[in-house]
């Protein structure tokens, strides 16, 4: 923000305001100061009418943004004279930062989904152990999402990167260590807790370094990386497990993911410590969130969601599997679920404008629901890529819309542990669905799988579609 020095403010000597602004334009600027911290920017320079520059050395407003000064004056003091002068601000742009981490480290991550249960299959796995597979994945993070959603409001967002890059690469590289199935189960266990550290606090930092007016496309950028790296994982896993094997394939996804381990040190000044804090007038508390109508709301829809999601990822790769497929061309079916992501995160903002929400998540839900009858219906590969490319247009869309929908619908200062709560219900659907559909698979084949998940999905457009006026 510069100021030419040609302010109307300088007509006016003494009080330095401006018309509509009778009291001065100190707090404006306070205000406009304090905006560039939580955008993640660092005042370097602040210049007045006098030819003064003041450089400041304190934190300013807890929100990261290190303000320097060489005359130890008070960030109000100096506030008196902006009115004249030019603010000198640096932005170094951690959003961007923030999104090249989460689309790298969504490489490593769904590369691991199907690579982890191709391996399985492998070894030996049935759709029932398989499916435990992914309940373990799910179960520390069902259990812990909240807590580090607080850790996240209350505390300093990077420290859960550090520490959840960190483990989520220590739990790629297992298999690839012991490429036993005891180990893949450890692998799922310590990869899910961790990988979910980083994501509550990459998916608060997009909300916190966004507006109000440029939240809906920030998230929309957010699922975008996710969809991208949901065409890259699967594919670059499943050719990577034809030409070096399985575990050669976790090393090379561990390795992946420690890019953003070291993206992430050299840029780390990027990155704002801590979100904006609220006074606790009492404890908090998961069931006043859940109180609220919104935020329950998205819960649901969300649950709903993931259910198919879970479901796609674990029995399609199986499924497929049984047809005879290569990992390459199971790779590429499940590829073509990312492509339509993205086709979808890019329709969200114009059809959510004409039709709402609701008539989109419900029209969704029903394109999902048709895809999964028709599945096992199939047994051409092309066939059952545009299937897969139907449910990533009918799917796609529940993702970015509950996650924006929960931050939105979070008082002051708790956002962080509302996305955690949607993420929660995520991981319990990872606990839940996974194995009561694998015994059902054990019993019945796959077949009823994809059949009953038709079904929820169904209910869920019913239960989702606009009330009449």
């Not at 004056?73 to 989460?102: F, Q, Y």
């Not at 070291?262 to 704002?272: D, E, M």
């Not at 998205?298 to 709903?304: H, K, Q, R, S, T």
Request: hydrophobic share 50%.
């Amino acid at each position: 923000m510069v100021d030419a020095v040609g302010s109307r403010a300088s007509l006016i000597p003494t009080s330095h305001n401006y018309p509509g602004f009778p009291d001065g334009i100190s707090e404006v600027v306070d205000d406009t100061l304090a905006e560039v911290c939580t955008q993640g920017g660092a005042i370097v320079g602040l210049q007045t009418r006098a030819g003064r520059t003041y450089r400041f050395e304190t934190l300013y407003s807890a929100l990261g943004c290190r303000v320097r000064s060489d005359h130890a004056r008070a960030i109000g003091a100096a506030c008196d004279d902006v009115g004249t002068g030019a603010l000198i601000i640096e932005r170094p742009m951690p959003l961007a930062l923030t999104l090249a981490l989460t689309t790298i480290s969504f490489v490593s991550s769904k590369g691991y989904r199907v690579g982890a249960t191709l391996f399985a299959v492998h070894l030996g796995a049935g759709p029932l152990a398989t499916g435990l597979l992914f309940a373990i994945w799910g179960l520390f993070p069902f259990l812990l999402s909240v807590y580090a959603g607080r850790l996240a409001d209350r505390f300093d967002n990077r420290v859960l990167m550090y520490v959840g890059l960190t483990g989520f690469s220590i739990s790629l590289a297992l298999p690839f260590a012991f490429p036993t199935l005891p180990a893949l189960y450890v692998s799922a266990a310590l990869g899910g807790f961790t990988s979910m550290l980083f994501v509550v606090a990459s998916q608060n930092l997009v909300g916190v370094l966004s507006s109000a007016e440029t939240r809906t496309r920030n998230f929309s950028y957010y699922s975008l990386g996710e969809s991208s790296a949901a065409i890259a994982g699967p594919v670059l896993a499943g050719a990577a497990i034809d030409a070096f094997r399985h575990p050669a394939t976790f090393l090379l996804l561990a390795g992946i993911n420690t890019l953003c381990i070291l993206l992430l040190i050299a840029r780390r000044a990027s990155i704002p410590a801590a979100t904006p804090k609220q006074p606790e007038k009492t404890a908090r508390s998961a069931r006043d969130l859940l109180a609220l109508p919104d935020l329950r709301n998205a819960l649901i829809a969300n649950g709903i969601v993931m259910t198919g999601l879970d479901l796609f990822n674990l029995y399609m790769p199986v499924y497929t599997h049984t047809l005879g497929f290569s990992a390459t061309a199971i790779g590429l079916i499940m590829g073509a679920f990312g492509v339509a992501g993205i086709v979808t995160r890019l329709a969200i903002p114009p059809f959510t404008k004409r039709w709402g929400e609701r008539t989109m998540m419900s029209g969704a839900l029903a394109l999902s629901a048709v895809a999964f009858v028709a599945v096992p219906l199939m047994s051409n590969p092309i066939f059952l890529g545009a299937a897969s490319f139907a449910l990533g247009l009918g799917l796609g869309c529940g993702q970015p819309l509950t996650m924006l929908l929960s931050f939105n619908a979070a008082p002051a200062g708790r956002a962080a542990e509302a996305i955690a709560m949607r993420l929660s219900v995520s991981y319990g659907a990872h606990i839940v669905i996974p194995p009561v559909f694998g015994a059902v698979g054990a019993a019945l084949g796959l077949g009823p799988i994809f059949w009953t998940c038709a079904l929820l999905l169904g209910g869920g457009a019913a239960l989702t579609r606009p009330k009449p006026p």
